[in-house]
C-alpha cells in the first residue's frame, strides 16, 4: 500500500515530536511553518513558508492599515459619452484616455484601482464600462487569435494558431484556424473528419486534391478567394514564392488542427512491408520517410504554370460545378449606404453545400443592421478594424463585446445582434453560417412587414417610427463617424 507523501511528512512529524495522537499532526503553536527542520531551503532562503495561528481571524493586534482606494476625478479622463445616460450605451473610445475607468453615466461610478491590465480595459471597454442594457448571464462570444498559442512549422516554415470548443465553449458547431506559411512552404498533405472552409487572407497558394471517383483539382487562388474541402478529401496547400495567410473554418466546435491525418505519420506509423507491398517497391526505398510529422515545412517553389502540375487520370478532372474554389476576391461586392457585402453560399459554389458566408465591408460608423439567423450559429472573423457586437439571448440577456482584426466572434442561433463601427477605418470582416442558403432576419423589415397598429401597440412608438419602417432588407446602416450621433430623424430610409 502507498500512502501519500504529505500523509508520511506528517508522520514523521508526529514520531519527531513523540507525539502519539492519530494522523494528522496538529500544527505546533510556537513553531510557524510546523516543519522546522524537515524542509530545507535553498541557500539563500529564508523566512517561514507558513504564518502563524495569530492571524487566524479576529485579534486586537492585527490592525488595518487604512490606505485608500479613491481615484480623485482629477486623476483620470472621461472618453466621450462617458457621462451620458448609460441605457445610450454610446461607444466609449477608451483608446487614449489616461487611465481609464469603468464608468457609465454619472461620474460617481465606480473605479477601478487595480489590480488590472489597462491594455485590455481600453481594447474591451463595453465589458469594462457595460451599456447600461446589458443584463444577464451571455457565454463569452470573443476570442481573440492572438492569445492563442502559435504552433510553429519546421524550420521557420510558418505557423497555425487555432480557436475551437477548449477556447471558446459556446462555439460547438464551428472551429477556426488562421494559418501562414512562409515562401514555397507547405501545409502538409493531409485529410479531416470536417469539412473545411478557407478564405485567404494574404499573399497567393496553389491547391491541389482529388476524390474517391479519382478526379482531380488544382487551382491558384489569391488574397479574398475561397476553397472548400469535403470532409476525407485529401489535399495540399503550398505557398507561392511571397508567402500567404489563410483563415480556415470548420464545421466542429471540437476540430483540433493537431488532430489531422498527415501523410507523414500515415507512412510512419504502417509496417515497412507493408508499406512495400503497397507501393511495390522494397525496403530500401522507404527509409529516407520522415521519422516526424512535417506539419508546416519548407517546400521547393511550385512551377508558375499551373498546367504542369495538372495531374489526371482516366476520370479526369473534378467538374467545374463542383470546384473545391470560388475567386471571391472578383466578386463584384453588393452596395448599401454605409457598405458593402459579397455573399458566398451553395448558390453560387455548390461543393461547399452546408457553408453560407458573408464577407462585410462596414465604414466608420455604420452598423451591419439588427438581425438573427434562424437556423445557424454565426462564426465570424475580424479582418480589419474594430466593431463591437451586442447578443441578445432569451429571456433577458444581453452582453456587449468589442472586436478588432484577428479576433473570432460566436453568435449562437437565434440570439439577435449587430456589429458597429466603432473605429475610424473600415471594418472588414466574414460571418459564417453552417445553412443551404445565406439567411438573416432582419428586425426592421420585420416590423416593417408587420401592421403598424400591431408594433405601435407593442412599442409605443410614433407614426414617424413606423413610417421609417423599411419593407426590404438594409443590411448595413451609415451612421456618424464620431459615434455620439443619437438623432437620425433627418435621414430618410
Ligand atoms: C499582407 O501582408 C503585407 C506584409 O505584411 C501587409 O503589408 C498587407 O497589409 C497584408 N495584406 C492584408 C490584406 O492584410
Ligand atoms: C486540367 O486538365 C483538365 C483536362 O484534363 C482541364 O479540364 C482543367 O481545366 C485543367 N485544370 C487546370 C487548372 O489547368
Ligand atoms: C504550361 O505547361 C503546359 C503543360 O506542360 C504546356 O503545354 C504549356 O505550354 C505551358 N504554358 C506556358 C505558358 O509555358
Ligand atoms: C479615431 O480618431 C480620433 C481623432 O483622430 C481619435 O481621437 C480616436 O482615438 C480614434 N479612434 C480609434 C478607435 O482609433
New binding site residues.
Partial sequence: MKYPSSLLSSLSVALLLGETTALPAPQNQNNAAGNEGLVAGPPGASGELRGPASLRGYNPSNPLTQETTVIPTSDFELAPGQSEDADVGLYLDLSSVRNPQPIRGSTDAPTDPGPRTEAYDRLNSDLFAPPGTDKGDVPNAKWPMGISHNRQGLRSAGWARQQNVNELPVATAMAGVDMRLEPNAYRELHWHKQNEWALMLNGSVRIASMDEDGQSF??DLQAGDVWFFPAGKPHSIQAFENGCEFLLVFDDGKFSEDGTFLVSELFARNPRSVLAKNFRTDLQALEKIPDEQLYIFPGTPAPQN??EQ?V?GPA??IPVVDSYSYHLSAQEPYRVPGGTVKIIDPKSFPIASNFAAALFEIEPGAMRELHWHTTSDEWSFFISGQGRVTVFDAPESSRTFDFSAGDVGYVPVPDSHYIENTGNETLVYLEVLLAPVYNDISVAQWLGLTPSQIVKDHLNVDDAFIDKLPRTKQFILPGDKNLLQTDFNDEPL
Fill in positions: 488544382v487551382d499551373i498546367s495538372n489526371t479526369g478532372s
